[in-house]
């Protein structure tokens, strides 16, 4: 099945943004319902929203709304997650994961590690 | 946003015992609940969807029960490869999780 891949790790400052992009291993991502989640270290995991890159549908936690957003390439093979604003709570590893229509997420990708620090 | 409780926070077993891991809603989620296995440093894998129907290739020693605000998952004869993090999620209001078990080897 296809795997998701994800961008490598990132060191940012308070303040700053960050673009963390999640690619599919074969074919495209156009008809998944693909979620962002994040998880802080020895936290349990948190959703950040979802985006449907054929229905250009994106739907943001109320918590991240204000400072995420969600895009697809035009070949809609990788989608990205981009966050302004950083704080040194938002140090955690960002996943990426395909909703299922019978419920669950799978697969997830590898996770990109983001850390805010000055 | 839907909260979920996980317990016990923390659980010691025995390779070959068995184990009951609980999840409660804050509000009734129907059956729109799943399992999930983590491993230090990995992603979370799927184990159960729908509160008790297994993922693909996830062996019948893992069973998950439950509906409205409570859910177990049983795992019976752990084996090595199946100590780690259990986490729970809910999908019938939007998206949330548990704080998750941590399984040790006793």
């Known amino acids: 099945q296809v795997q998701l891949l994800q961008s490598g790790a990132e060191v940012k400052k308070p303040g700053s943004s960050v673009k963390v992009s999640c690619k599919a291993s074969e074919g495209t991502l156009s008809t998944f319902g693909l979620s962002w989640v994040r998880q802080s270290p020895g936290q349990g995991p948190e959703w950040v929203g979802a985006i449907i890159p054929v229905l250009g549908t994106k739907d943001y936690a109320q918590k991240f709304q204000d400072r995420v957003t969600f895009t697809a390439d035009e070949s809609m093979t990788t989608i990205f997650l981009e966050m302004k604003g950083l704080t040194h709570d938002d140090t955690a590893t960002y996943y990426c994961?395909?909703?299922?229509?019978?419920?669950?997420?799978?697969?997830w990708g590898q996770g990109t590690l983001v850390t805010v620090s000055s | 946003e839907t909260v979920l409780t996980q317990s016990p926070a923390t659980l010691a077993a025995s390779p070959g015992g068995s184990v009951t891991l609980s999840c409660r809603a804050g509000q009734s989620v129907s059956t729109h609940l799943a399992w999930y296995h983590q491993k230090p440093g990995q992603a979370p894998r799927l184990l159960v969807y729908g509160a008790s129907t297994r993922a693909t290739g996830i062996p019948d020693r893992f069973s998950g029960s439950g509906s409205g605000t409570e859910f177990t998952l049983t795992i019976s004869s752990l084996q090595s490869e199946d100590f780690g993090v259990y986490l729970c999620q809910q999908y019938f209001d939007w998206y949330s999780f548990g704080q998750g078990t941590k399984l040790e080897i006793k």
């Open positions: 994961a395909r909703g299922r229509p019978q419920g669950g997420f799978d697969p």
